[in-house]
């Protein structure tokens, strides 16, 4: 069974990048897509961006501006850096896989929590 | 962006009672829908996708219906377990956009 598991700082410091690892174990991190799906507390889910296995990434237009993915399919992982942080970014920031075929998501990390603030 | 609402934003049921929540899309999405399941300080579940194909191991007693802007999802005999916040995706263009959610409490 396919397991997520993020990593990264809990805290951030405004105007700084937010820097989060998703780790893949129990199946290959080819030939799939993988989400960053991010949720302030107390509110609803936002999807922020995808990548491919292969480095072909999309990312939502309200935060395109700021926000880069990589992977690395030697270690199984895949990163979100998100740049320019304000207190609006604090959220549980969740990696998830999509489905083989389409795009809702089937596998999901547990979640951590970023909290931008001086 | 395709705007997604989910209707109510509150629920109270009892344990047995008959729970049906609605979500609406701002243009049609066919049946590009997923519901999830999520507890506190828990990751979303996936229930349903594709409006009404129930996810493998979720119980029968959920299901999923509706196409074009107007999508629900029923729980036929909420059990104690099913009390959480359930959300509604759509998967039909990009960006992929969730409602805001349902809280179905205890009554």
């Known amino acids: 069974q396919v397991q997520l598991q993020e990593s990264g700082p809990g805290l951030v410091k405004p105007s700084e990048t937010l820097s989060l690892t998703c780790t893949v174990s129990g199946g290959s991190i080819s030939d799939y897509y993988w989400s960053w799906i991010r949720q302030p507390p107390g509110k609803g889910l936002e999807w922020v961006a995808y990548?491919?296995?292969?480095?072909?990434?999309n990312y939502n237009p309200s935060l395109k501006s700021r926000v880069a993915m990589s992977v690395d399919t030697s270690n199984n992982q895949f990163s979100l850096n998100l740049r320019s942080v304000t207190a609006a970014d604090t959220a549980v920031y969740y990696c998830a896989r999509r489905h083989s075929s389409t795009w809702y998501f089937d596998h999901w990390g547990q979640g951590t929590l970023v909290t931008v603030s001086s | 962006d395709i705007q997604m609402t989910q209707s109510p934003s509150t629920l109270s049921a009892s344990v047995g009672d008959r729970v049906t929540i609605t979500c609406r899309a701002s243009q049609s999405i066919s049946s590009w829908l997923a519901w999830y399941q999520q507890k506190p300080g828990k990751a979303p579940k996936l229930l349903i996708y594709k409006a009404s194909s129930l996810e493998s191991g979720v119980p029968s007693r959920f299901s999923g219906s509706g196409s074009g802007t107007e999508f629900t999802l029923t729980i036929s005999s909420p059990q104690p377990d099913d009390f959480a916040t359930y959300y509604c995706q759509q998967y039909n263009s990009y960006p992929w956009t969730f409602g805001q959610g349902t809280k179905v409490e205890i009554k």
């Open positions: 990548i491919y296995s292969s480095g072909s990434t």
